[in-house]
């Protein structure tokens, strides 16, 4: 299957959004999309986005894509790459699409000087987590990810 990838683009929102509920919705939380086209097109090509996008194609149509941002290691002193999403359409997912987006996406972080390459799977998504271990990737099962969000973190924010 031949496979491409090329920088996102905002003409790519609408493309992005589909890709995100698609991916909602396979991880069971299609309810949870807040994401509009609007928002994408503001949040990653907008002024001051520290955020960047590419899109898979196959055959010159899309067929999945990949956002990610900077995060930073105090241990390292040198920023990581933070792979917010990773998303390959159902009829080219076992091509090894998924893999071609990660050693992508490792490059960029090589060529941006980063000390790491991070991102987090759910604890059942099976296929996932066997294309991460294949490639070497190693679970960090000593951290604990926690999350304020909504009502909860306006809330600690206002002092409460």
């Known amino acids: 299957?031949?496979?491409?990838?090329r920088p996102a683009t905002p003409d790519d929102a609408a493309v992005i959004h589909g890709f995100i509920t698609e991916l909602a919705v396979y991880e069971k939380a299609g309810h949870e999309v807040e994401a509009t086209e609007e928002t994408i097109r503001a949040?990653?090509?907008g002024e001051g986005s520290v955020t960047e996008a590419v899109i898979l194609e196959h055959d010159?149509?899309?067929a999945g894509f990949a956002v990610w941002f900077y995060s930073y290691s105090t241990w390292q002193a040198k920023n990581g790459l933070y792979l917010e999403d990773l998303y390959v359409s159902p009829d080219c997912r076992g091509s090894g699409a998924g893999k071609l987006l990660l050693r992508h996406l490792a490059r960029v972080a090589v060529e941006?000087?980063?000390g790491r390459f991070e991102w987090s799977v759910l604890d059942w998504n099976e296929p996932a987590i066997r294309v991460y271990d294949a490639v070497g990737a190693e679970p960090q099962n000593e951290w604990i990810r926690y999350r304020?969000?909504?009502?909860?973190?306006?809330?600690?924010?206002?002092g409460e």
């Open 1 to 5: 299957m031949p496979f491409t990838i």
């Open 112 to 114: 941006k000087g980063c």
């Open 60 to 62: 010159g149509r899309p």
């Open 43 to 45: 949040s990653i090509f």
């Open 148 to 158: 304020l969000t909504g009502d909860k973190l306006k809330a600690f924010a206002g």
